[in-house]
């Protein structure tokens, strides 16, 4: 399972398609801190910089990781049925099993790595900015810890619902354009306008994991929403797993 | 010894039965092609050895044991399936990085294969610049990687030019001349003539022979096919004139390594009346695509 694990990760570090994905993940950090900090209480934007739920939309930057650690899931799934790699891999390890596992470690590695990474640039652009306006925030706070928790649980189990998606969709454009619509449109409308259904969406669970929005009517609590998003991403991945196993590679 | 070992094979997608109650075997250290036209179900057959397509009915082994049984497959089984079988945006020594990885081997081995398969300079490009024989020869140095003792190959001489074909010919000889196993499909019967011991035929996915290549070359040889009423006595006025023949029906033959004349003169010697008389030429080729079209016209 070691080899199946390290090996997954090479075959990340070996395209450039994985140092895209990770770079604008982390290209979204100064963008969502400066939002973030430019709204902060004006009308619908939510709390002022000076409240501790102000300073966690601010932070929620660190789970920008999310939707691409998403993209990086499908792609390394799907993306071995679109280039006809699967053949090779499952000639290596015919353990089908074992491979799929092995992708589901290596992307919540990939997954927690990212979310480190985001949270430490989210700290070092939004600490310095909100000091000179005059907030303190204290790295040691409740208020800091938990965000940053919640987006390294978010981005982690958004990578295991990636494997899990494209496991089950083999077209690897279809499964990219699906998730984004999905997560982008399909889930903002339902969390925005129905909180009472969104809360019990994947984006609903991620939304209260990271703290990024809080509609009125509110979403689940953070463990609530951490137990549930956990299932979400355990359920994809052993949907996927099931039907990589069965499937035969032609 | 036996090597790999097909025992009823079947693979039914849908209404389509690709692969039909298949069976036959492969020798240690041999060369043996595996011949059929397109659509024959070679790949489907292939694929089912090695783990890749479930069988509907039927079993597949390797040296005994099913391929996604083996322990540490790659050090026993080398694959080649398909040319498209990278990431076009990996370079070709990573692609074998991660195998070698994945399988547990050494990382050294990527540069002996890259050397064994004449790809040593072309190891840190990205497999999108490759032509189609590079990758072929990039596909079999990742069978290569775990130095197995059975190689198997599906159509590995698309896309080589003619210098590449010689050299995987001499390649597969010299594979299995050190007691390795070697099967080859291909749907050109002339590709494998010149390196294969054995043939396994196949036609709309069943069996139609399984021989050495030197008896199909035997019952490939030239003749005379021959029309007549007394087919039986002509074939005992032949034998006078020890010329051997086949009898086809109760009034057809074959002159086998007979001239038109001789089995002419014979006929008119002994009052043999003929109606209809065409040469045989010898033609391997043509002989596999007459084994295959009949038995797929026969269904």
Known sequence: MRNA???????????????????????FVPISVTFAIQTAGTDGAGAALDTGEGVRNVLSAA????????????????????????????????????????????SSIVGVALAFAASALTLAIAVPWLASKDVAVDLLSADVGLVILGAVAATALYA????????????????????????????????????????WLPGGAVAALTSSI????????????????????????????????????? | MTSIQVHGLTKRFGDVVAVDDLSFGVEEGSVTGFLGPNGAGKTTTLRMLLGLVTPTRGSATIG????????????????VLESSNFHPGRRAADHLRVLCVAAGLAVSRVEEVLDQVGLADAGGRRVKGFSLGMRQRLGLAAALLGEPEVLILDEPANGLDPEGVQWLRRFLRSYADAGRTVLVSSHLLA???????????VARGRLVTQSSLADLADRATPGVWVRTPHAERLRAVLAAHDIGAEL??????????????????????????????????????EFFLDLTTTTGGSR
């Open chain 1, 5 to 27: 694990v390290r090996a997954e990760v090479l075959k990340l570090r070996t395209t450039r398609m994985f140092y895209g994905n990770a770079l604008a993940a982390l290209a």
């Open chain 1, 63 to 106: 789970s920008s990781g999310t939707l691409l650690v998403l993209l990086i899931g499908i792609m390394m799934m799907a993306g071995e049925f679109r280039h006809n790699t699967a053949t090779s891999t499952f000639l290596a390890s015919p353990d089908r099993r074992r491979v799929v596992g092995a992708k589901l470690i290596a």
């Open chain 1, 160 to 199: 295991l619902v990636g494997v899990g998606v494209g496991s089950l969709i083999r077209n690897q454009t279809a499964a990219v354009a699906g998730a984004l619509v999905w997560a982008l449109v399909v889930e903002g409308i339902v969390v925005g306008f129905l909180p009472e259904v969104g809360r």
């Open chain 1, 214 to 250: 809080t509609p009125e009517g509110g979403l689940l609590p953070m463990w609530g929403a951490a137990l549930l998003f956990a299932t979400y991403g355990l359920a994809f991945a052993a949907a996927g797993t099931r039907f990589v196993v069965r499937r035969d590679v032609a």
């Open chain 2, 64 to 79: 005994g044991t099913p391929y996604d049984q083996l322990t540490d497959p790659v050090r026993h089984v080398g694959a």
């Open chain 2, 191 to 201: 590709e494998v003539a010149q390196s294969a011991d054995d043939v396994v035929i």
């Open chain 2, 248 to 285: 086809q029906s109760a009034d057809a033959l074959v002159a086998l390594g007979a001239t038109t004349e001789a089995v002419g003169l014979a006929a008119a010697g002994a009052g043999v009346a003929i109606y209809e008389m065409t040469a045989r030429r010898f033609d391997l080729e």
